[in-house]
């Protein structure tokens, strides 16, 4: 399959694109990984349809982009392969990531994309929204931009921290679930590593404070920014069916699974890729050291 067979179509102007003339069954060329590479750039996430896709091919596919991410520290895997996350949830095991969040970001050096694939899916509900975490910087007043660029913000464990404190009075798994997290400190603006641009990096789920401010005026600076990321300008909302597939650039974008398919089941299976291979690539070639 060449590059030239591959058809991308925006879903809006700020955000998502639909792929067809893909078959991910099969093993792509060297030019249609480019064209779906060029495609996630443009679009920050892209959503491609009606696939047959097995564990084999969803980790060769999510491996052509660059390094996978080691078993996530919290969520069960697929049988047989531990480096695909099985996001299974019913009325019985509801979902822990329905809120805005950038992924693994307590992590030093966060994951650059995540590939998804929906194996199972409610009749109605379940949908999943991404937002342009550019186009949310460059909305930001002009004084804004130049007061946050040169802030650092603590990232830690978040929600995540209810796995670790229901029926507990000592605060001793907390602890444990806090050293096996771990935190990081993110510059509050980025810098893309490929297209060069700024973006916000803040989320609600992992990150907790300004670094040199007080609780109260870090809490006051975050709820700000969490504000203005809401207006649904920023976002793109995808309905999945069966064998539909979504990979995102998690450098820039954050994202949101809706949780209102209860009693209804839903079943996806996600890779992470943490080392974009084309950046590392060309930081090896350059003989420089690339930031991701």
């Given amino acids: 399959m060449s590059g030239t067979d591959i058809l991308v179509?925006?879903?809006?102007?700020?955000i998502g694109a639909e792929i067809s003339g893909v078959d991910l069954s099969a093993r792509l060329s060297a030019a249609a990984q480019d064209s779906i590479y060029q495609a996630l750039l443009d679009h920050l996430v892209i959503f491609i349809r009606d696939q047959e896709i097995s564990p084999e091919r969803h980790l060769a596919f999510a491996e052509s982009f660059g390094e996978l991410d080691l078993p996530h520290p919290v969520y069960p895997h697929v049988?047989?392969?531990?480096?695909?996350?099985?996001?299974?949830?019913?009325?019985?095991?509801?979902?822990?990531?329905?809120?805005?969040?950038?992924?693994?970001t307590f992590k030093q050096d966060p994951p650059f994309a995540s590939?998804?694939?929906?194996?199972?899916?409610?009749?109605?509900?379940?949908?999943?929204?991404?937002?342009?975490?550019?186009?949310?910087y460059d909305d930001?007043?002009?004084?804004?931009?130049?007061?946050?660029?040169?802030?650092?913000?603590?990232?830690?464990m978040g929600s995540?921290?209810?796995r670790f404190t229901k029926g507990e009075t000592t605060g001793?798994?907390?602890?444990?679930?806090?050293?096996?997290f771990g935190c990081a400190i993110h510059d509050v603006v980025k810098i893309h590593p490929v297209t060069g641009r700024k973006f916000l990096y803040i989320n609600e789920s992992f990150t907790s404070h300004i670094e040199g401010e007080s609780t109260r005026e870090s809490r006051r600076i975050l709820?700000?920014?969490?504000?203005?990321?809401?207006r649904p300008e920023f976002q793109v909302r995808f309905n999945w069916r069966t064998g539909s597939m979504a990979m995102w650039d998690n450098r820039c974008t954050q994202h949101y699974a809706v949780a209102d398919y209860?009693?209804?089941?839903?079943?996806?299976?996600?890779?992470t890729v943490v080392k974009d291979r084309r950046v590392e690539n060309a930081s090896t070639e350059e003989g420089v050291r690339v930031a991701v």
């Fill in 140 to 156: 930001l007043p002009k004084e804004m931009k130049s007061y946050l660029e040169p802030l650092k913000a603590v990232h830690e």
């Fill in 223 to 230: 709820d700000y920014l969490i504000d203005r990321m809401g």
């Fill in 79 to 104: 049988p047989g392969h531990d480096r695909i996350v099985k996001l299974a949830n019913d009325e019985d095991n509801p979902p822990g990531t329905d809120e805005w969040h950038t992924d693994l």
């Fill in 262 to 271: 209860a009693p209804a089941f839903r079943c996806m299976n996600r890779v």
């Fill in 172 to 180: 001793e798994k907390l602890l444990e679930g806090m050293q096996r």
């Fill in 160 to 162: 995540f921290r209810n």
């Fill in 9 to 14: 179509t925006p879903l809006t102007p700020i």
């Fill in 115 to 136: 590939v998804l694939v929906a194996r199972e899916v409610p009749a109605t509900g379940g949908d999943t929204l991404w937002r342009n975490m550019y186009a949310v």
